[in-house]
């Protein structure tokens, strides 16, 4: 069990690192969107890939503690984030149209 709380750790800290840097490149283009207009057309799908990095920290956070408390559910909560998973592999398919 102990490499599946490890697991669950990275994904949140993943989820985390890079919705924590997205973050920040949205608070950069909404400072920035008057001196450049073609930022506020990116910034809803910016608004939406932070949300799905941070999706993939609370299902991460969610697994890691179901784990490490022993919940009854824990191994459904397991699963838990392949569905930020699959949506951030949606959004990315959907960039190449």
């Known amino acids: 069990m102990k490499y599946v709380q490890i697991l669950n750790a990275a994904v949140a800290i993943?989820?985390?690192v890079m919705g924590l840097n997205l973050a920040v490149v949205v608070l950069l283009?909404?400072?920035h969107v008057e001196?450049?207009?073609r930022?506020?057309?990116d910034l809803p799908r910016l608004y939406a890939l932070t949300g799905l990095f941070g999706a993939l920290f609370l299902a991460g956070?969610?697994?890691f503690l179901a784990h490490r408390r022993r919940w009854g559910a824990r191994w459904?909560?397991?699963a838990l984030p392949?569905?930020?998973?699959?949506g951030l592999?949606?959004?990315l398919a959907g960039l190449r149209a």
């Open 14 to 16: 993943t989820g985390a």
């Open 29 to 31: 283009y909404a400072l």
């Open 35 to 37: 001196d450049a207009p």
């Open 39 to 41: 930022l506020g057309a």
């Open 61 to 63: 956070v969610a697994a």
């Open 76 to 78: 459904l909560l397991q």
């Open 82 to 86: 392949a569905v930020p998973v699959a």
């Open 89 to 91: 592999v949606l959004f």
